[in-house]
C-alpha cells in the first residue's frame, strides 16, 4: 500500500496542481500497453507518454472547434428529445431517463468521436454491449480495490483488467467507422485528431482504447451530471419552472455565445456540479521529494496524494448549507468570488479534464432541450435519494425513474 496523504490546505493544494505539477505529473491508476491496451488511456497514462499524447489529443477540444460543432450538438438534442417522446407514447409516463440520456452521450460521441451515426434509439445492442462492460467488470470489487491500491505490482505481472470482449468490441467499432465514416466529414474531430497523431501511425488499437476512455468519460460524468440535473428538477418544480422560464424567455438563436445569457441555467448546472460532484478526490503521485516551506515539511517520492474536491465543496465554510441543492448560490456571478481550488469539477492544472468545455456544454444543452420539452416529476419508482454503487460512485445502482410529461 502506498504511504498517502490528504491536503486539506487550499494553498498547498493548489500549488500542488498548479505551480508545482512538475513533482506531481501523474496519477496512481494501473496501465499496460502491451498487456492490456485498453488501459494505456490518457486518464491512466506517466510520463512523456502521456506528454505527447495530451498534447495532440487537446487539439480536438479548442472553443475553435466545439463553437463549429455547436450546432451539431444542438442538432443531436433533438434526437433525445424525439426518443423521449417516442418512450413516452409507449411506456410513459415513467421513464428511466438514464437509458435515454446515456444513449444520447453514446450517440453523440460517436457523431464528434467516430464520425459515425449509431442509430442508438432504433438499435438497442450497441447500448447493450456499452453498458455491459462498463458494469461487468472482470473481477469483483475487492480484487479491484487490491489491483487500484498496488498497481505498478501488478503491472509485473502484466495482468489483464479489462473485462474479456472489450478490446474485440471496440476494436470492431473504429474498423467499420474507419470503413464507412464520410472522410470529408467537419464534426468528427476526435476521429480526425487520431488519424492526424503521430504523423498517422496510430494504430487501431490505440485509437480504439482511446474512444472506449472518452466514452467513458462521457457517460460518467456528462451523463450522470444531466440525469441528476433532471433528477433535481423534479425534486424542486419551482426551480424547474423558473428555469423552463429563462428558456422561454430568450428569443434568440441557440449558439455557444447566445448559450452564455442563460443564467439560472448555468446555475443549475454548476450546483448540479457542486453536489453530486464527479470524482471525490483527485489524485497524484509525488515523483521527486517535495519541500512545503508553510509546514516545513518534505513529501517524499513516492508518496500519493490525495485532494478531497468533494470534500472542499461539500464543506460549509466554503458553500453553507452544503447539503441542499441551491442553485442561486452562484447567482450574479458568485463563481467569479469563489476560491477555485474549493470548487474544481473539472479538476486543476495541467491534468486537468481535457474536455471541460465540451463536456459543461453538452450539459447544458441538453438540460435546456428536455425542461423546455418536457415537465419531470418524481414518480412512485423514483429513488429518492439516489442510490450510487459502492466503489463506482459514479453509476447509479438502478435505473433513474422519473414522471415525464410531453409540453408539446
Ligand atoms: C460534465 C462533464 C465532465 C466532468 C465534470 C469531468 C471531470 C473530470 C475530472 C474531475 C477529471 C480529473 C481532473 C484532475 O485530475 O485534475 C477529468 C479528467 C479527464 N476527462 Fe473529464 N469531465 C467531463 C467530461 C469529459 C468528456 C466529455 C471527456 C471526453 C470526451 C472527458 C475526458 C477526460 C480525460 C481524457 C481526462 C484525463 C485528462 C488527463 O489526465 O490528461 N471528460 N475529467
Known amino acids: 500500500m502506498k504511504p498517502s496523504m490528504m491536503i486539506m490546505d487550499h494553498d498547498v493544494a493548489k500549488d500542488i496542481l498548479t505551480a508545482d505539477s512538475k513533482y506531481f505529473p ?79 452521450m453514446i450517440s453523440t460521441l460517436s457523431i464528434f468521436g467516430l464520425g459515425v451515426n449509431c442509430n442508438i434509439y432504433e438499435d438497442g445492442n450497441v447500448y447493450d454491449k456499452i453498458m455491459y462492460y462498463f458494469e461487468d467488470n472482470r473481477y ?3 480484487i479491484r480495490s487490491i489491483i487500484a491500491s498496488f498497481p505498478d505490482f501488478f503491472k509485473k505481472f502484466s495482468i489483464v483488467v479489462t473485462p474479456s470482449g472489450m478490446k474485440e468490441f471496440y476494436l470492431g467499432l473504429v474498423k467499420n467507422a474507419l470503413k464507412t465514416r464520410n472522410p470529408k466529414g467537419d464534426v468528427d474531430f476526435i476521429m480526425q485528431v487520431f488519424l ?33 440535473a433532471l433528477y433535481e428538477m423534479s425534486l424542486h418544480p419551482d426551480m424547474q419552472e423558473q428555469l423552463r422560464k429563462e428558456i422561454h424567455q430568450q428569443t434568440e438563436e441557440l449558439t455557444l455565445e447566445t448559450l452564455k445569457k442563460y443564467e439560472y441555467l448555468d446555475n443549475v448546472v454548476s450546483e448540479t456540479l457542486r453536489l453530486h460532484h464527479s470524482d471525490a478526490q483527485i489524485s497524484r503521485l509525488c515523483e521527486k521529494d517535495y519541500y512545503i516551506p508553510k509546514w516545513d515539511l518534505t513529501i517524499e517520492e513516492g508518496v500519493l496524494i490525495i485532494i478531497p ?59 435546456l432541450e428536455m425542461v423546455k420539452n418536457f415537465e419531470f416529476t418524481v414518480g412512485k419508482k423514483t429513488q429518492v435519494p439516489i442510490e450510487y454503487q459502492p466503489l463506482e460512485l459514479r453509476m447509479p445502482m438502478n435505473k433513474l425513474y422519473l414522471n415525464v410529461r410531453s409540453l408539446k
Not at 460543432?69 to 417522446?85: D, M, N, P, Y
Not at 490505440?206 to 451523463?223: H, K, Q, R
Request: with cysteine; aromatic share 12%.
Open 196 to 228: 492526424k497523431m503521430f504523423s498517422g501511425t496510430m494504430t487501431n488499437q490505440e485509437i480504439a482504447s482511446l474512444y472506449a476512455s472518452f466514452l467513458d468519460a462521457i457517460v460518467t460524468t456528462s451523463g450522470s451530471f444531466i440525469c441528476e
Open 140 to 142: 469483483p470489487p475487492w
Open 309 to 367: 474536491n468533494f470534500g472542499f465543496q461539500m464543506d460549509p465554510d466554503n458553500f453553507p448549507n452544503p447539503d441542499t441543492f441551491d442553485p442561486d448560490r452562484f447567482a450574479g456571478g458568485a463563481l467569479d468570488n469563489i476560491n477555485p481550488i474549493t470548487f474544481m469539477p473539472f479538476g486543476m492544472g495541467n491534468r486537468n479534464c481535457i474536455a471541460g468545455d465540451f463536456g459543461r456544454t453538452l450539459f447544458k444543452i441538453t438540460v
Open 26 to 104: 501523474s496519477r496512481f491508476t494501473y496501465n499496460h500497453a502491451n498487456a492490456d491496451p485498453m488501459t494505456a488511456t490518457l486518464f491512466n497514462l506517466r510520463g512523456d507518454h502521456w506528454k505527447d499524447l495530451r498534447k495532440e489529443v487537446t487539439q480536438a477540444f479548442t472553443t475553435a472547434k466545439l463553437k463549429k460543432a455547436f450546432h451539431r450538438i444542438h442538432f443531436e438534442t433533438k434526437s433525445l428529445v424525439c426518443g423521449t417522446q417516442a418512450k413516452l407514447n409507449n411506456y410513459g409516463p415513467e421513464l428511466d431517463i438514464r437509458e435515454l440520456v446515456l444513449k444520447h
